[in-house]
């Protein structure tokens, strides 16, 4: 189980959950909204992720691929800490 | 048959949507603003062989009908065709990226349950080949249950296939009732899942991703050489804009001059001739030579957009925006204030969080806007000297360079301010897509160079030629009495106006001269320059011409002056065109006026202190 904030560069792995709860109790933020955009930009339960680039400060934001596809997303290191994963086998 | 139907063209951003629209409408678009709200409306035409003709909506680009920023909101409401008084919608022409099918046909799904008749462009499919992205192509539209042609938009494929469908289409256009609800988190996976299942049942066989893309990406995102070479791409921007664009420039004034000269003479000393020649040529000729670097400018922010290294651009500026509570995705609105405030505040709607998108609208006119050149190009020949400073830099080039430096300090600074003591906002997502990299087209880049260049011209031939009028009256009218011993300005309108208001700006340095100048100044920056020529010319007893207006300020203004007007000139409000577009975005009267007061309070509290500080420093007398 490793957060995908938590990923180095090139490392990959398949999304096992997607939980806001360790940031949604930040004041601040409607609940399910972060879930509903990352659902919406692909991130899903079984996609496989790889990250490629990280930010100059403090390795943040990320760019991240899904499932080899063309296009790439970025993505800030605060949002991704919700996306949880399983070392892909 | 004739017949009149109106197709909504949805997709996901990076689709290529903007290049479909240019390929399916060509130059028949119009773009207007929705009623009551303040999104651009972009409206194109086309006609199928079965002579239908066909009124083509661009939506926003979006990845669900659920909506989250003012632009979402708008494709939604179309779409459902519950905007107002907006026509309904006859078809939906859904464009989808080949080689992201998953987020493309999640929106199909979505948009397949407002009942409204479908059809799909599966774009890029070039690329999407090449790449080894491969699927049944009948089996999908089976599954999807509407029609799909793939096209390559940029290079106009499959654009003529594409209207074919909609002939075939037409006889038989009925929309069922619509069950699209807002999704929530399950049903969002059930989509998902619902896709999946598609690409299964089509044997996609996933390619791999563009290996080039990744190349240059190892580079341009590279921590340290990236932030480099997006600097390198900044500073050949400004390059570009101060020395490539003189050479045209140059020649436009030529241009400009010759016809003053011709009109002039052929009503010698005649209130008309004084009018077209000094008052309308001259005006409107000060602010169309900057036509050029207006080109340059929007130039690279289209290739730069186009080829997809904008949004590498965003996403290596992020943490400095964070920083200061700012988007990633407010880059760009910054970065195309440069050009104009205008299109840059338009792009604002990208932001999805109101209060984000208030703060980059209220600081993005501090940037220095392309209508600021010419006065800051004025005073920095006049007073500062062409000394090279370290053998290599030029102290005017310097001295531009700096004021570029202040404006971008302080739109990060104002923001910082607004956003942590008055429009705090929860937290937010920041998140965006980074398209594989592409050569830009050049007709598409051609078709986006003009709109900018249009805009620009239009405004220089009415909002313009009727300021220049306006103040040639004010500045000829009422004449000098007889015997007058002051030059013939001081007893005109502008003159009274001056000499009333110079109280207030006596304390920055501002003599009367310049407070009459910034009044019609107020109305377009670059007017300041011709309306001080147009104040000089007339109150000096010989003809000072414009070019002669470097030599003459030199004489009649001290340093401290200069300075300070320059430093008015980084922050005042000089621009009603830019209040008024805030006013149509935000929908309120209320944000322009908070807009327009902190920036004359910061410019008049920065311009005293550079004013005194330069009478102190004994500087005023060099």
């Known amino acids: ?89 | 048959m004739h017949k009149n139907i109106n197709i909504a063209l949805v997709g996901n951003p990076n689709c290529g949507k903007t290049a479909l629209f240019n390929a399916l409408t060509g130059s028949k678009q119009r773009v207007a603003n929705y009623s009551g709200v303040t999104i651009e409306k972009k409206h194109g035409y086309f006609i199928t062989k079965k002579h239908i003709n066909c009124t083509l909506v661009d939506l926003p680009g979006t990845y669900s009908l659920r909506s989250h920023s003012p632009d979402e909101l708008i494709t939604r409401d179309v779409v459902l065709g519950t905007f107002g008084e907006e026509e309904q919608i006859d078809l939906i022409l859904c464009i989808i990226d080949a080689t992201n099918l998953q987020n493309g046909l999640r929106l199909v799904l979505e948009l397949k349950q407002t009942g409204k008749p479908l059809m799909i462009a599966l774009n890029m499919i070039d690329i999407a080949k090449r790449r080894g992205y491969n699927y049944d192509l009948q089996k999908l539209q089976q599954e999807l249950n509407c029609h799909i042609v793939e096209t390559t938009a940029i290079k106009k494929q499959g654009i003529a296939e594409l209207v074919a469908v909609v002939d075939d289409l037409v006889p038989d256009l009925h929309a069922s009732t619509c069950t699209w609800q807002a999704p929530d988190l399950s049903e969002s996976r059930n989509y998902h899942a619902r896709v999946a299942e598609i690409l299964e049942d089509v044997k996609i066989t996933q390619g791999t991703p563009s290996l080039c893309s990744q190349r240059i990406d190892t580079v341009l995102l590279h921590p340290f050489y990236g932030i480099t070479i997006l600097l390198a791409i900044l500073f050949l921007l400004f390059q570009a804009v101060f020395s490539w664009a003189e050479v045209p420039k140059d020649m436009m004034q030529s241009g400009v001059d010759w016809l003053q000269a011709y009109v002039t003479g052929l009503f010698p000393n005649t209130l008309i001739g004084g009018l077209i020649g000094d008052g309308v040529i001259a005006g409107v000729g000060a602010v169309v030579v900057f036509l050029p670097q207006i080109l340059i400018i929007s130039l690279f922010v289209i290739l730069l957009e186009d080829s997809g290294y904008m949004a590498r651009a965003a996403f290596l500026m992020d943490r400095i925006m964070a920083s200061c509570g700012l988007h990633g995705k407010a880059f760009i609105p910054i970065l195309s204030s440069f050009a104009c405030a205008i299109p840059g505040i338009m792009a604002t709607r990208t932001i999805e969080n109101r209060n984000d998108r208030l703060v980059t609208i209220l600081v993005s006119p501090l940037t220095t806007c392309s209508a600021r050149l010419p006065i800051y190009t004025l005073l920095i020949s006049a007073f500062i000297p062409t000394t090279t400073v370290f053998g290599l830099f030029n102290l005017q080039g310097i001295v531009m360079f700096a004021l570029f430096a202040i404006g971008i300090i302080f739109v990060l600074l104002v923001a910082f301010v607004l956003k942590f003591f008055f429009l705090r906002s929860g937290k937010q997502i920041s998140i965006m897509e980074l398209p594989s990299y592409k050569i830009p087209s050049i007709a598409n880049v051609a078709m986006e160079l003009i709109k900018p260049a249009k805009s620009f011209l239009r405004r220089a031939g009415t909002i313009i030629v009727a300021i220049m009028i306006v103040l040639w009256f004010l500045s000829t009218f009422p004449h000098a009495p007889i015997g007058a011993t002051l030059p013939a300005i001081d007893y005109s309108f502008v003159g009274k106006i001056g000499h009333y208001l110079e109280f207030i700006f006596l304390p920055i340095g501002f003599n009367w001269q310049i407070v009459a100048a910034l009044i019609p100044g107020m109305a377009a920056r670059e007017i300041a320059v011709s309306a001080l020529g147009t104040i000089y010319a007339i109150s000096g007893n010989e003809e000072v011409v414009r070019q002669n207006l470097t030599l003459f300020l030199q004489h009649s203004w001290s340093l401290a002056t200069a300075l300070s007007l320059i430093t008015w000139y980084i922050f005042a409000p000089q621009c009603i065109s830019t209040l008024a577009v805030v006013k149509r975005e935000t929908n309120s009267y209320k944000w322009p006026i908070i807009m327009f007061t902190y920036q004359i309070v910061l410019a008049y509290v920065m311009a005293f202190i550079v004013y005194r500080t330069v009478l102190l420093l004994g500087l005023h007398q060099f």
């Open chain 1, 1 to 89: 189980m490793k957060r995908l904030s938590d990923f180095k560069k090139l490392q990959s792995g398949v999304i096992t959950q997607i939980d806001e709860s360790c940031i949604s109790s930040n004041k601040g933020f409607i609940a399910g909204e972060v879930e509903a955009r990352l659902l919406e930009m692909g991130f899903i339960e079984g996609a496989n992720v790889k990250l490629l680039h990280k930010g100059m400060f403090g390795g943040d934001p990320i760019a991240v691929r899904i499932n080899n596809n063309n296009t790439m997303i970025a993505l800030r290191k605060r949002d991704a800490s919700v996306i949880l994963t399983k070392e892909v086998i």
